[in-house]
């Protein structure tokens, strides 16, 4: 037996959650399917949390701006408030989409006839299937993810591998916690963005290394994190009929 829908929103990361959102708000019957943390990687281990952490540190810089000394607040304890804040407001996303009556299935989805999706033993058929799978990792080691969510803990001196804004954010994160830093660059920093005017990516240099973070082409630490190291998270096994 298939339940059926008008839409059905392979994940739910920003792009599935907002699609999601506003076919319900025009009274479509939408399944959404998510294999793991409902939000997907950018709230429950990427931007919401990086941000959270961001905001904390901008907060004790002007502390020990205006006090001369740093708040005793350590990085496992920050780490841990910004979970908190993040299964929060996971609670309160998966709540809203359910009051606008979103179908919300559990598990692996895999595409098995046209317009038909299984999931486990289920099968969910719909008018149109939206693919919203995010992005992976494309390597192994420590990713950035890995620092904000808690399941790894900075030690000795961090590397970043990374010349994006998430590995700059991070560094200047990290620093202010009190945590030896290292980027290592083989172009400029923020080289992924070529509109970014060479003024803004000096004074961005000059004040990452104002605050102790080593930049240079080749990085030492004991703790080496990829930052921006990432792929779309779509296999031919789940949708063998997109070219990747």
Avoid at 29 to 42: D, H, M, Q, S, W
Avoid at 119 to 129: F, S
Avoid at 146 to 161: I, M, S
Wanted: positive net charge.
């Amino acid at each position: 037996m298939e339940r059926r829908f008008d839409v059905i929103v392979i994940g739910s990361g920003p792009a599935g959650y907002k699609t999601a959102k506003l076919l319900l708000e025009k009274g479509k019957r939408v399944c959404l399917v998510e294999r793991k943390a409902f939000g997907g990687l950018c709230l429950n281990a990427g931007c919401i949390p990086k941000d959270i952490l961001y905001q904390t540190a901008l907060s004790l810089l002007r502390v020990r701006e205006l006090t001369g000394k740093r708040p005793d607040l350590s990085w496992k304890e920050a780490v841990a408030g910004a979970q908190e804040k993040v299964s929060r407001l996971r609670t309160l996303a998966e709540e809203h989409l359910r009051k606008l009556g979103l179908v919300l299935v559990r598990g692996e989805a895999e595409l098995v006839e046209e317009k038909v999706v299984r999931v486990g033993r289920e099968r969910l058929k719909g008018d149109y299937i939206v693919l919203a799978c995010g992005s992976r990792r494309a390597g192994q080691g420590t990713s950035p993810e890995d620092l904000l969510t808690g399941r790894v803990t900075p030690a000795g001196k961090v590397l970043l591998r990374g010349e994006d804004a998430s590995a700059c954010e991070l560094a200047f994160i990290l620093r202010i916690f009190g945590i030896e830093v290292a980027v290592e660059v083989k172009k400029e920093l923020l080289s992924p963005y070529p509109q970014i005017p060479e003024s803004f990516r000096a004074k961005l240099e000059s004040s990452l290394e104002a605050l102790g973070v080593d930049i240079s082409e080749r990085g030492e630490g004991e703790t080496i994190v990829e930052s921006g190291n990432r792929i779309p998270d779509v296999c031919r096994q789940r949708f063998p009929f997109i070219r990747i």
